[in-house]
């Protein structure tokens, strides 16, 4: 339709615009959309029923004479209305303009609005038509989701502190059982009550079998917190295989059972996550053997291309107990075996294969199983060869000089094996320093070589490494009897902790390096023990009582506190020479109690190591830098850990004066 020039005070005249009015009026009389016209300052011209209806009103008369300022009495924020017209003059046409509209009885409801301008023939607005719908229950059903995924992440935020809580509650009386079984199995052990060692390594393997369950709970938490992060790495299939095989072996042949490798031809090498691949690997390899007999499990790989990448088929088969459709339909649910029968007779947490498949998934790929009943189960993994999500590639390797540092012979030898030649000229600088020799490369078999050669004091191992990863290197180390007995500290940024000790490594630590901290868990392995006095703050009795036992065994000078307040208390007239620092206590818990030592002068250097069961965050460790030496968390190490821990600090600090107290 077109009008003639008109004011909003003037009787508006409107012209036929089409073959016969009778066909547009019926459109514009039955249309399920709100239809319009309105004049810039915002009066209706024409309405249709269905636009009365939107707003409330019982027809288009009282539509039009009830709303006489669009602006104000329509729309629920008026300069909304202001931005639309503002549009519309810009544009000349508006789609999906969505605002808050009152109704005729005040409740509020959304529309949606398509307009567009009509000009005279100076350009001039003469009106504004279009169409409105009522988009409130899509608004609602938005705000809902909204709503919801509000919950679900506060849901999300809540189940992780719990779960944070829940690991101290429960490393903390673990941390005590593992603890003293180990204890009292040393004494039985020199009593020669040999049924007594045999109860309490039942006791000692539940414990670390709890502990297992904790870890996997935890991992898991993780994965679906989105917290899991992958390290993109370039590695050989086949050689990684072998590796996985041989340290799974002994695992495979307790029940009698017949490891086989197959690999077929051009299976080439794959950028991506090594960690979780041979994690993986471990744990399906270890189902395999748990659940088959004097039987055989095969670990198979190929290669296979589609139209968009190139994927790498990994299989571990076995011919043992086998499990129904409807078993295997749920063997990667969490917590979950074949039957209560099945998790009786075998054990296990229900938790390896789920982490596998999580694992799987967050590289890219996707795990299976197929089985038949006392026949057999065949686990499947399919991963991209090049994991995409990540752009980066493999640094390339240049040579490097590996002849030793010069030096006295009777200085300690470090072996530092890493493919990051800043973290070589690091170490080097900081090994000079402390008389430390020391020698370095890039690749894992000159490591290994160097090894048998030179029978290095201590060996530094990192564990992402092209062509060797550092959990290759460390399992031949420890399966060669002429190197297994060289101490092994894990330098790298992979956190798995749980891994390196299980596999045999003799010390932990993440990148970046701390100098005195490395330094020190060095020296562990090469110096005399020096006892001091330590002080043990910690609210748990049994868990005190337990590191004052320990302690005491080594020759250590012990004196206790519950509290944060009563270890200061303790610290009135002495100067220790370490503090085991717990951080969840009542009265003043261990962050407060650290910041107060750290602001008296005389116990400025003396070292402090936290032990707790707490998960560390983040604003944890915030709070806790540059106030104290190391943080051990209960239930993740053993008894020699910690005493090796105390003499590497008690070390530092006897060589190195106290500050004198003011």
């Known amino acids: 339709m077109s009008a ?96 808050p509209i009152h109704r005729k009885d005040g409740s509020v409801i959304w529309i949606s609005e398509n307009v567009r301008v009509i000009r005279d023939e100076n350009g001039d607005v003469s009106y504004y038509e279009g169409t409105v719908e009522d988009i409130s229950n899509r608004k609602h059903a938005e705000e809902q989701l909204r709503r919801a995924k509000e919950a679900a992440e506060e849901a999300s935020r809540s189940k992780s502190q719990f779960l944070a809580n829940m690991s101290h509650e429960l490393r903390t009386p673990l941390n005590a059982i593992i603890g003293y079984s180990e204890l009292l199995r040393e004494e039985a052990e020199d009593m020669g009550e040999k049924s007594f060692c045999d109860d309490l390594k039942k006791i000692e393997k539940a414990g670390k079998h709890l502990l297992d369950l904790i870890n996997g709970v935890l991992d898991i938490a993780k994965i679906e917190a989105g917290k899991m992060e992958v390290h993109v790495e370039e590695f050989d299939i086949a050689e990684m295989l072998q590796e996985v095989g041989s340290t799974v072996t002994p695992i495979i042949e307790k029940k009698g059972n017949r490891l086989i490798i197959e690999t077929s031809p051009g299976l080439g090498k794959m950028q991506t996550d090594l960690t979780k691949v041979r994690q993986s690997l471990f744990n399906l390899l270890g189902n395999a053997g748990k659940f088959t007999e004097n039987g055989v499990v095969t670990l198979s790989a190929h290669r296979q291309s589609d139209a968009d990448k190139d994927w790498i088929i990994l299989q571990v088969r076995d011919n043992g107990i086998g499990m129904t459709n409807e078993q295997a339909s749920r063997i990667f649910e969490a917590f979950t075996q074949a039957d209560s029968s099945t998790t009786r007779k075998f054990g296990g947490t229900g938790l390896g294969l789920t982490i596998t498949r999580e694992f799987c998934r967050l590289i890219g790929g996707e795990a299976a199983v197929t089985s038949t009943l006392k026949v057999g189960s065949t686990f499947m993994i399919k991963l991209p060869a090049k994991f995409s999500a990540i752009g980066h590639e493999p640094a390339a390797i240049t040579s490097f000089d590996i002849e030793p540092e010069v030096g006295h012979a009777e200085q300690p030898l470090v072996l530092l094996i890493d493919d990051d030649l800043t973290i070589h000229d690091l170490v080097k600088r900081f090994l000079h320093k402390e008389g430390f020799r020391t020698i370095c490369t890039q690749y894992g078999a000159d490591g290994l070589d160097l090894a048998r050669r030179l029978q290095p004091s201590v060996i530094v191992l990192d564990v992402m490494m092209p062509t060797m990863d550092g959990w290759s290197v460390l399992s031949r180390l420890k399966s060669d009897p002429t190197l297994s007995n060289i101490p092994v500290v894990m330098l790298t940024m992979v956190d798995d902790k749980a891994m390196g000790y299980t596999l045999g490594v003799d010390d932990y630590m993440l990148k970046p390096i701390e100098r005195v901290d490395f330094v020190g868990v060095l020296r562990k392995f090469c110096d005399q023990n020096n006892p001091g006095t330590v002080l043990v703050v910690e609210d748990d009795d049994t868990s005190r009582e337990l590191v004052r036992d320990l302690l005491e065994k080594d020759h250590y000078s012990v004196i206790e506190a519950r509290n944060g307040l009563e270890g200061l208390e303790r610290l009135a007239g002495i100067v220790p020479t370490l503090i085991l620092l717990d951080l969840m206590m009542p009265e003043m818990d261990g962050f407060e109690f650290a910041a107060a030592v750290r602001k008296i002068p005389k116990l400025a250097s003396v070292p402090i190591v936290v032990m707790t069961a707490k998960d560390i965050t983040s604003q944890d460790r915030s709070r806790l830098e540059g106030q104290v030496a190391r943080v051990m968390q209960k239930g993740l190490y053993g008894r020699d850990e910690l005493l090796t821990e105390i003499r590497s600090h008690i070390l530092r600090a006897t060589s190195t004066p106290l500050v004198a107290a003011a």
């Open 4 to 99: 003639k020039t008109m004011t909003s005070d003037k009787k508006i005249t409107l012209q036929p615009a089409g073959p016969t009015d009778a066909t547009y009026r019926s459109i514009v009389e039955h249309a399920i959309e709100g239809i319009f016209q309105t004049t810039p300052d915002g009066h209706y011209l024409l309405a249709n029923p269905a636009l009365a209806s939107i707003y409330g009103y019982s027809s288009v008369d009282e539509l039009r004479s009830g709303v006489r300022e669009i602006a104000r009495q329509l729309y629920v924020e008026p300069t909304r209305r202001e931005e639309f017209l503002q549009l519309m003059n810009e544009k000349d046409a508006v789609w999906g303009f969505e605002s």
